[in-house]
């Protein structure tokens, strides 16, 4: 009911040892007890869009055959984060031994420079073959940006403890979710997309079945449902940051991660036509 369609996990031998390194990427991590604060969460947000590059390379049969699986879903998320925790690692070490300022600069160069590489290849092979179509792909940027601005104001006028506490933790939160809508209700609406996940398949298809879908379409109330979402959640994780901050925020992270990743994917593929 909830697993979206094409979740796929790759063989024994290659899933145990990427579960293996991920352990101990953590494992260490877990020892070393890093800060993390809102700088450190959005140094990650480029890793986050690098997992969605990688897949959408996968969509794409970019890959060889024998290790295509491991950038399908789950599996190219749970590469990605151990690709970017041993970069997090290496900075903090270089931190430590006074070679770079924060740990929280190396991740974030490093994954923007991964980020920008593969997102250029994806451009340069859709420019070349004549699909690329940055049309929608700018319109749900500017949209998402629109509705995260207006989604974090109200939430300053009517809930300024929780802007504040969240901070820029919580803007990534509500952008990450506010993009995944607007990319899907565009490709539903406009685009003629299958959404695969079949829990925001019934939302679109309840907003499908409003009086209002024959003039704006079914697409809003997955976009509203999303953000009203990660604003509650906001809100549901206040006194949890100001009390575990460390905690709090690595949850928040994963859960902006939950909404860019999606988003960010949906572009991409819009993108290349």
Request: glycine residues 10%; proline residues 5%.
């Amino acid at each position: 009911m909830v697993v979206p369609e094409g979740f796929v996990l790759p063989p024994w031998y290659l899933l145990i040892p990427l579960l293996v390194v991920l352990g101990g990427v953590l494992a260490l991590l877990w020892t070393l007890e890093p800060p993390v604060t809102d700088r450190t969460v959005i140094a990650f947000a480029p890793w986050m869009m690098f997992g969605s590059t990688l897949h959408v390379l996968h969509r794409l049969e970019a890959y060889p055959d024998s290790i295509a699986v491991l950038f399908a879903s789950p599996s190219v998320y749970l590469l990605t984060a151990t690709v970017a925790g041993l970069v997090w690692i290496v900075g903090l070490f270089l931190h430590a031994g006074g070679l770079q300022s924060s740990s929280e600069r190396v991740v974030g160069i490093a994954g923007t420079a991964f980020f920008a590489m593969f997102t250029l290849l994806i451009l340069f092979d859709s420019w070349e073959a004549g699909t690329f179509e940055p049309f929608f792909p700018v319109i749900s940027v500017v949209i998402a940006g629109i509705v995260t601005a207006l989604a974090w104001l109200a939430l300053g006028l009517w809930f300024t403890d929780v802007a504040a506490t969240t901070s820029l933790t919580g803007v990534l939160v509500v952008f990450g979710h506010a993009l995944d809508g607007v990319s899907t209700a565009i490709g539903f609406d406009l685009l003629g997309a299958h959404e695969e996940v079949p829990v925001s398949r019934m939302i679109l298809e309840a907003g499908e079945a409003l009086p209002t879908a024959e003039y704006i379409g079914g697409g809003w109330l997955f976009v509203l449902v999303k953000v009203a979402l990660a604003m509650v959640i906001l809100g549901l994780f206040k006194e949890y940051v100001e009390e575990e901050p460390r905690q709090a925020r690595t949850i928040l992270a994963l859960i902006a991660a939950v909404g860019l990743g999606p988003g960010v994917h949906n572009v991409l593929l819009f993108m290349v036509g």
